[in-house]
């Protein structure tokens, strides 16, 4: 029997909750799909984590230039040590050295001599404690006076390659050098100099020439 209310079919319960049965049979599928939906929409629009970038190995290039430079370095009491000018120069990140085209040293000892160095190329480490000169290399410190008052005479070394130990106050090569003290000349096919304790080693075909002593 159905009962009329205003001209319109009154809606039983038992039609309502048949038709909540049939629609919570497609109630899963729909939030599934709701689900699905809502993880294509994150995907889409997530930003990709990239996984990091691998390491760029360091190659033989320079990383920087220095044209017509010049560059001081001084000790932890402000004192002056060495000052490199060069017309140009390029440092190499693998080895840490610097290469200097036509390059001029003034390096100071603690005793305050100074000892200059020039050549067409040089090669220096980062720190600029060691300096290899190529190429018309001369290497020259100055006359000076020891704690003793004894006079040091002008010393200057030539050769296409000199090796330059700034702090330690060594020269050394392993080609032909020609070494002038005062007026006295020794050329030799290697050379080890160390002037803190005014030691000379000459190798292999040394020769010299002594100028008398004045009187």
Request: charged fraction near 25%; aromatic fraction near 8%; glycine fraction near 8%.
């Amino acid at each position: 029997m159905k009962a009329l209310n205003g001209g319109r079919p009154s809606i039983s319960w038992a039609t309502v909750r048949s038709a909540w049965d049939q629609l919570s049979i497609y109630l899963p599928i729909f939030l599934m799909g709701l689900m699905a939906l809502g993880t294509y929409w994150l995907a889409r629009n997530t930003p990709l984590l990239l996984p990091p970038e691998a390491q760029r190995a360091v190659t033989h290039d320079p990383d920087y230039y220095m044209r017509g430079f010049a560059v001081k370095s001084f000790d932890a009491s402000g004192r002056l040590k060495s000052e490199i000018h060069g017309i140009e120069a390029r440092h190499y990140p693998d080895t840490d050295t610097v290469e200097i085209d036509q390059p001029r040293i003034r390096a100071y000892s603690a005793r305050g001599e100074l000892t200059v160095a020039t050549a067409r190329r040089a090669l220096a480490n980062g720190a600029g404690t060691e300096v290899q000169l190529l190429g018309d290399a001369v290497v020259t410190r100055d006359a000076s006076t020891d704690a003793q008052g004894h006079l040091r005479p002008r010393l200057e070394f030539r050769g296409e390659f000199l090796h330059a130990f700034l702090d330690t106050e060594r020269v050394k090569s392993n080609q032909p050098v020609l070494l002038t003290r005062d007026g006295d000349q020794f050329a030799a096919d290697s050379l080890d100099y160390d002037n803190v304790d005014r030691v000379m080693d000459l190798r292999g075909r040394v020769r010299g020439v002594l100028q008398p002593a004045a009187h």
